[in-house]
């Protein structure tokens, strides 16, 4: 991705589930974004949960509900 700045990467492994997730910015044409993209790996299953901001500001004052849907669902 253009512009791309990762601002936290991380990773917790159980013996029945993987996750990795990673937060970043990156530039789409001239406006940047924010994202944060989290993968549960759960048996032979992979879930793939993605949450984005228009802006960097945005995904700010959204961040309290991402997190709620980040965390809760597949687990």
């Known amino acids: 991705l253009a512009g791309v700045e990762i601002e936290s990467e991380s ?3 159980t013996k029945t ?3 990795f997730e990673v937060r ?3 530039l789409e044409g001239e406006n940047r974004r924010k994202r944060w993209i989290r993968n549960v790996y759960w048996g032979r299953n ?3 949960l993605i949450a984005q901001g228009r802006t ?3 995904f700010d004052y959204w ?3 991402f ?4 965390m809760n669902t597949v687990v």
């Open 46 to 48: 992979n879930y793939v």
């Open 63 to 65: 961040l309290p509900m």
């Open 17 to 19: 589930l993987s996750f």
């Open 24 to 26: 970043f910015t990156f």
């Open 56 to 58: 960097p500001e945005d």
């Open 11 to 13: 990773e917790h492994l």
């Open 67 to 70: 997190y709620n849907i980040m």
